[in-house]
């Protein structure tokens, strides 16, 4: 007989919190991969250099973290243990991803010219839900 244990509020804010904001994550990548020729016009010459030189790899990396993350979000709501597991994969596909900035050149340039606000505030949520999901499933709130 499993024990059903009634979740605290911050546990569905964190879950719909992670719900937005991997949903945002899956439309940025959305979005990047169905630009139109128009659309890659207007960015920024040193943007577009980067975008037509981007190895498969740092592709593929962000649609992983970025799915891998919706889906753990869903889980999470779902309160399922396969949650910590997508999320651990998420943030490991955002280490990858964000490691081009160190390995490829002109992203050091692209960055400073940008900020590194965003970069920063994925990995921190990225470590943030897969800390939150630890905690949730050694408490028996993910099953």
Do not use: C, H
């Not at 592709?59 to 399922?80: D, Q």
């Not at 997508?86 to 990858?96: G, M, P």
Request: proline share 3%; net charge positive; aromatic share 16%.
């Amino acid at each position: 007989m499993t024990v059903k244990t009634k979740a605290p509020i911050w546990f569905w804010v964190v879950g719909v919190v992670a719900l937005l904001w991997n949903g945002l994550g899956v439309a940025a990548y959305l979005q990047q991969i169905a630009m139109s020729a128009a659309d890659f016009a207007a960015l920024p010459r040193v943007q577009q250099d980067l975008l037509s030189t981007l190895p498969f790899w740092v592709t593929a990396a962000f649609a992983i973290a970025v799915f891998a993350g919706f889906v753990a979000s869903i889980s999470w709501l779902l309160r399922k243990r396969i949650a910590v597991r997508l999320f651990l994969l998420s943030l490991l596909a955002v280490i990858v991803q964000f490691s081009s900035y160190f390995i490829i050149d002109g992203y050091w340039e692209f960055i400073s010219s940008q900020g590194w606000i965003m970069p920063a505030l994925i990995v921190l949520f990225a470590i943030g839900f897969l800390l939150l999901s630890w905690r949730a499933e050694r408490t028996g709130l993910l099953r």
